[in-house]
């Protein structure tokens, strides 16, 4: 079992910068791939980025070069560095935890950003 707890999100005017922190516990060895979602009212939760324990990663076309994904295997923790926000990246932002068996998820952090 692995237990996230996101922290970070806040309301943030566009243009501003917001670093995320997904911190995992538990049986957290097992964990070969972070993610990190969002979602807003009326949408499909959708990708933002994800990262391997390779250190390889995906961010979703609508975010690139503006957010990083990265990882700290020594803490157990993911992060998502976001600059340059705009009020389309408002949502609640998931952590996500992939073993290669089973799927772990936080319990979201709400970024808002005001135009």
């Known amino acids: 079992q692995v237990r996230l707890v996101e922290s970070g999100g806040d309301l943030v005017q566009s243009g501003g910068s917001l670093r995320l922190s997904c911190d995992a516990s538990?049986?957290?060895?097992?964990?070969?791939?972070w993610g990190w979602y969002r979602q807003t009212p009326g949408k499909q939760r959708e990708l933002v980025a994800t990262?391997?324990?390779?250190?390889?990663?995906v961010h979703a076309d609508s975010v690139k070069g503006r957010f990083t994904i990265s990882r700290d295997n020594a803490k157990n923790t993911a992060y998502l560095q976001m600059n340059s926000l705009k009020p389309e990246d408002t949502g609640v932002y998931y952590c996500?935890?992939?073993?290669?068996?089973?799927?772990?998820w936080g319990q979201g952090t709400q970024v808002t950003v005001s135009s």
């Open positions: 990262i391997t324990n390779g250190g390889n990663t």
């Open positions: 996500n935890a992939n073993n290669g068996i089973n799927v772990y």
């Open positions: 538990g049986r957290t060895g097992s964990i070969n791939t």
